[in-house]
Antibody
Framework: EVHLLASGGGLVQPGGSLRLSCAASALPFTSQAMDWVRQAPGKGLEWVST????????AYTDSVKGRFTISWDTSKHTLYLQMNSLTVEDSAVYFC??????????WGQGTLVTVSS | NFMLTQPPSVSASPGKTVTISCTRS????????VQWLQQRPGRAPTTVLF?????PSGVSDRFSGSYDTSSNSASLTISGLKTEDEAVYFC????????FGGGTRLTVL
């Protein structure tokens, strides 16, 4: 069983920044891609960002381009999401989702980000 | 990019079979794999099917998937419904980015 825990969420004012982390050292496979996915309260799932191709290629949903940065620290086996210029629309639970070679995604507990003044 | 459209809700009685559809707005449903996720209230999603119809270990064989190119849709079928199957189900596929359907709330009456 894969255990993932996203951390780093919290309450932040509009315009502020947060850095989310996801420790993936216990993954029993080499991930072919890793996503950040968010879910606003009572809403559906929204893809935010992906890092892939041995952590060299990144992609972002349009609403976060230029504000969010996904990265991977090989030495710490940790995925990050640096979030800047946050708005109330960014409020959500954020999940990190690694994918194995077959394309199966693994979901752990997310971290709640609340953007409010 | 494309969209995936799911019915907002479905319901069925215990022991019955239910099918949830996921219609792709553009591009061929068969060209990229579809995953199905289950999310129980207050919990993180879990994968119940990947690669259209592959079950992760531990997922009941009551869950199966398929697709129909004529309707450009994928489907999740759950047979022998149990009350524990009550959840929201999301389909997911990808093109240049990951795409999620809006989710379907399954009620087992």
């Amino acid at each position: 069983e894969v255990h993932l825990l996203a951390s780093g969420g919290g309450l932040v004012q509009p315009g502020g920044s947060l850095r989310l982390s996801c420790a993936a050292s216990a993954l029993p496979f080499t991930s072919q891609a890793m996503d950040w996915v968010r879910q606003a309260p009572g809403k559906g799932l929204e893809w935010v960002s992906t890092i892939s191709d041995h952590y060299s290629k990144t992609a972002y949903t349009d609403s976060v381009k230029g504000r969010f940065t996904i990265s991977w620290d090989t030495s710490k086996h940790t995925l990050y999401l640096q979030m800047n210029s946050l708005t109330v629309e960014d409020s959500a639970v954020y999940f990190c989702v690694p994918y194995d070679i077959s394309g199966r995604g693994y979901w752990g507990q997310g971290t709640l980000v609340t953007v409010s003044s | 990019n494309f969209m995936l459209t799911q019915p907002p809700s479905v319901s069925a009685s215990p022991g019955k079979t239910v099918t949830i559809s996921c219609t792709r707005s553009s591009g061929n449903i068969a060209t990229t794999y579809v995953q199905w996720l289950q999310q129980r209230p207050g919990r993180a999603p879990t994968t119940v099917l990947f690669d259209d119809n592959e079950r992760p270990s531990g997922v009941s064989d009551r869950f199966s998937g398929s697709y129909d190119t004529s309707s450009n849709s994928a489907s999740l079928t759950i047979s022998g419904l149990k009350t524990e199957d009550e959840a929201v189900y999301f389909c997911q596929s990808y093109d240049s980015s990951r795409v999620f359907g809006g989710g379907t709330r399954l009620t087992v009456l």
